[in-house]
């Protein structure tokens, strides 16, 4: 977006503060420059050459959380997200803002190989006593960062190549499994994949995926989210499979602006409820009460549906659904401070329902509710809907085997 469409864009906001009740910043600090229009109208100022990108202006515009809570309130219809992604490229291209700290985080999350060799370091650093040194640290992006790293899954190989149906019929669909999702949702994965093999479906998980870029266009560097967005196009449409699946829904919506996906992209949720299930599969009961949390980036919510398949399980949706959990991408390491409040704001809410689990489709979430969770000292369980529903399958079958074509 150039400057000139980024003022257009902005300028169709009439600054009538339909919004404000909706964002969660301005909600939490009552500061006009930390809301939707009065970010609009920092964006203006930078774009025209009224204000310079001074580290107030900076801070206002990095604790958005691009929840995008705003857009469905405003009457005008401003694409809030756009206009709040082209201005941190603006703030990245500007003289003296160059971040390479921030580049080198963002390198460290997106990257799978890499992120997956740190993570293989955790119970090292766990026994080694570095954990427990990092949440004592001063920084408190570093006690966030020991916070976070104590409710990762013990690391794993992401899979990659095909894994047959259990029955014929299906035909074969491809997983996008992304980048932290490959470690921090590695429990989806498998059994995301366990589910659609007994649906019938071959599953191929493609090894030359790459992260979905969101991650980066959300931070300042559009460009290298489009270089993403190319292979990963390069590599989903060299087949024609049944469906392209996602697990994520931050990912999902990322890759839905990628045109060469968008006929076949679904979420495991919305695909899982197109399907036709045999009439063979069934599911043990649980009684068992779940909230369900939506996540900002969820484009449809099919979970509820699903979930009610399961006998005796009691699911309901988490109040204030439409408030952020605070886990939005890398904003628990960049703004941990709002991050931690507004967690804790949700934590209240769940506490109040009595839930047992919490099923939730965003990783940034899971890790978030993990996180707030565990230094809440609550025993609730946070899980994707697919692993609810996989771990109470009721197969009977010695079928029930998940291998891994490499």
């Not at 941990?336 to 940034?364: C, H, M, N, R, Y």
């Amino acid at each position: 977006m150039t400057p000139e469409q980024l003022l257009k864009e902005a300028d169709r906001c009439v600054k009538c503060g339909l919004c404000l009740p909706h964002c969660p910043t301005y909600r939490k600090l009552a500061n006009e420059a930390d809301s939707p229009r009065g970010r609009i109208a920092l964006i203006q100022a930078l774009a025209s050459g009224e204000l310079s990108p001074t580290p107030t202006l900076r801070l206002h515009l990095a604790r958005c959380l691009n929840c995008r809570a705003c857009e469905t309130a405003c009457p005008s219809g401003v694409a809030y997200g756009e206009l709040i992604d082209a201005a941190h490229a603006m703030l990245q291209q500007s003289a003296g803002v160059k971040r390479p700290l921030r580049r080198a985080l963002l390198n460290l999350l997106s990257e799978r190989k890499l992120f997956g060799q740190i993570t293989r370091l955790l119970p090292l650093l766990s026994r080694t006593g570095v954990l427990r040194l990092m949440k004592k640290a001063p920084s408190k992006p570093l006690r966030q960062l020991a916070d976070l790293a104590s409710v990762m899954p013990v690391y794993q190989p992401p899979p990659s190549g095909l894994t047959p149906a259990t029955t014929a019929g299906g035909g074969s669909v491809q997983l996008f499994i992304g980048c932290i999702s490959s470690q921090a949702d590695r429990p989806v994965i498998d059994a995301a994949i366990r589910l659609l093999i007994h649906l019938g479906f071959a599953v191929n998980v493609p090894k030359q995926q790459v992260c979905c870029g969101a991650l980066h266009r959300h931070n300042g560097f559009p460009q290298e989210a489009d270089r993403l967005g190319k292979q990963n196009s390069r590599v989903f449409v060299s087949s024609k499979p049944t469906a392209l699946i996602t697990l994520a829904d931050a990912c999902h919506k990322e890759l839905l602006e990628q045109t060469q996906s968008t006929p076949r992209l679904q979420t495991i949720s919305a695909f899982l409820l197109d399907t036709p299930w045999p009439e063979t599969l069934h599911f043990t009961p649980l009684k068992a009460r779940v909230a369900v949390h939506r996540p900002c980036s969820a484009s449809e919510d099919s979970s509820m549906t699903l979930l009610q398949r399961i006998p005796g399980l009691i699911p309901f949706l988490l109040p204030e659904n439409a408030i952020c959990c605070g886990g939005a991408g890398s904003y628990p390491l960049t703004q941990p401070a709002l991050a931690q409040s507004l967690g804790e704001d949700k934590i209240s809410l769940l506490k109040e329902t009595k839930a047992d689990i919490l099923v939730t489709s965003s990783t940034g979430c899971t890790l978030q509710f993990r996180t707030q969770i565990k230094r809440a000292g609550l025993d609730i369980e946070v899980l994707h809907p697919v692993e609810l529903l996989t771990r109470q399958l009721d197969l009977n079958s010695k079928s029930d085997r998940l291998i891994f074509s490499l």
